[in-house]
């Protein structure tokens, strides 16, 4: 049963627009969300969270969004560059338990 | 220096062997996991250790044994290898049980032929 989902696998945008990627839940008791970017022959790298407590958190050209009521948050990139290419995960947890994972979002920045 | 290392990078091996992947952090983390990525990018939870303490075992084969000697270390120990063993192998740590960030190592790429 995957808690945490990511339904679409790619995404396409030109240098400089906006890239919205998108990660919804099931489980009311997640209170942590976070989102990781990783490339290829690496490990996932933290990218940026945000608590139950907040609806947007924002670091430099990301931030991510947070609707409780919908189960859904929005990781955006503005502009979106090149090297930001790369699989994006959604991680989502409560303390004591684990950390659940989507099955990640694929962007591709076009120069 | 790195945070979350684990060795091999890569290992090639053959059905039926037996291989343990070994991983340590340095961030002085209470607890650390083993989270196995499929063909389909899953990244799925195997294990996870709180201060040397297994904490959860997911649905994982009993060929899979974790050991963690000290609270800086988790290595993991896979038995009579299977082509469906084939995956990338991350281990992690956090502070806390499920709290704050979770930070991977580079990951270990096995291949059972």
């Known amino acids: 049963d995957q808690q945490v989902k990511q339904n679409s696998p790619s995404l396409s945008v030109q240098e400089g627009r906006i890239s919205i990627l998108n990660c919804d839940y099931t489980n009311s008791m997640f209170d942590y969300f976070l989102w990781y970017k990783k490339y290829p022959a690496e490990g996932p790298t933290f990218l940026i969270s945000?608590?139950?407590?907040?609806d947007k958190n924002e670091d430099g050209r990301f931030t991510v969004f947070l609707n409780k009521s919908a189960k859904h948050l929005s990781l955006h990139i503005v502009p979106s560059q090149p090297g930001d290419s790369a699989v994006y995960f959604c991680?989502?947890?409560?303390?004591?338990?684990?950390?659940?994972f989507g099955t990640g979002t694929s962007l591709t920045v076009i120069p | 220096d790195t945070a979350v290392s684990q060795t091999p990078k890569y290992l090639v091996t053959q059905m039926g062997n037996d291989k343990s992947i070994k991983c340590e952090q340095n961030l002085g983390h209470d607890t650390m996991y083993w989270y196995k990525q499929d063909s389909k990018k899953f990244l799925k939870i195997m294990f996870s250790?709180?201060?040397?303490?297994?904490?959860i075992n997911e649905t994982v084969p009993n060929r899979f044994s974790p050991k963690s000697p000290d609270k800086a270390h988790l290595n993991l120990h896979i038995n009579s290898l299977e082509l469906g063993d084939s995956a990338v192998y991350f281990c992690?740590?956090?502070?806390?049980?499920?709290?704050?960030?979770?930070?991977f190592g580079e990951g270990s790429r096995l291949t059972v032929l």
């Open positions: 945000i608590s139950s407590i907040k």
């Open positions: 992690a740590s956090s502070r806390l049980q499920g709290a704050g960030e979770l930070f």
């Open positions: 250790y709180n201060n040397k303490e297994l904490i």
């Open positions: 991680a989502a947890s409560y303390t004591g338990n684990q950390f659940y």
